[in-house]
Every structure is written in C-alpha cells, then in structure tokens.
C-alpha cells in the first residue's frame, strides 16, 4: 500500500480513502447526486452504466478532470425502471424487453459471444462520448 500511496503524491504510511460513486447515467438523481460528490470532493471517482436512461445526460456534466470509470451493465434490477443493451443481443433480454433482473437469469440465457460484444459497445461508447 506504501508504494500506492507514494506513487499518488503521498507520505508512504499515508491512509487513503477512495470514494467510488456508482451507477452514474441510472437516473437524473443519480447525475446531480454523484456529480455534486465529485465537485465538493466527497467522492474521487464514478462509473457511469452507459446503457441506463441518463447515461448521456450524465457526459454532458462532466468536467475535464473528472475520474470516471465504466460500470459494465449486464442486468438491471428494478421493478419498474428498465433498461437493456445497446447491442442487438436477445440473449440479454429479459421477458420484459430490457436486461434480465438478476444474474441467476442473465447467466441461465446469455449467449457468451453476445455478453463480449456488449461489454465491448459500453466500453466503446463511453470513450466515444
């Protein structure tokens, strides 16, 4: 952990805290929320889930500087607000239209070569926004 700490422009017995937002673009909430975070410096980092509804949204936001990573999203577990992939990948749909529930269901249908195909558009579509 010394080294880390070194290596981040700190004293080598240093104690870090790492605070990761998750689930960035999940809803307007979610952006306002984990934004302000990053802004008043009560979280270092976030992954945004470029498939969800406010994923766009959320690009528009960010600021030169900002830390984000990439939530890869195979499910999407809420009652009533879906979402699903943004390839065309039926394997990962559930009954519903949009990502499987639970990862019981997402793994008991998905087609592997589909799950890479997906994983790779979030990655590319985040780079590209």
């Not at 422009?9 to 975070?37: F, Q």
């Not at 699903?84 to 559930?94: D, E």
């Not at 949009?98 to 994983?119: Q, S």
């Amino acid at each position: 952990m010394s080294e880390l700490a070194e290596r981040l422009g700190h004293s080598s017995n240093a104690r870090l805290l790492i605070v990761s937002c998750d689930d960035l673009g999940s809803c307007h909430a979610a952006n306002v929320g984990v934004l302000d975070a990053l802004r008043t410096g009560a979280a270092t980092c976030a992954s945004i889930m470029v498939p969800a509804p406010w994923a766009r949204h959320a690009t528009e936001l960010l600021e030169p500087g900002d830390d984000i990573g990439v939530h890869l999203t195979l499910n999407a577990e809420h009652d009533i607000y879906r979402w699903g992939p943004i390839t065309h990948a039926p394997s990962l749909l559930s009954g519903e239209g949009g990502f499987p529930r639970n990862t019981t269901d997402l793994w008991e249908h998905a087609d592997l070569d589909e799950v890479r195909r997906e994983l790779r558009a979030q990655v590319n579509r985040a780079l590209a926004w």
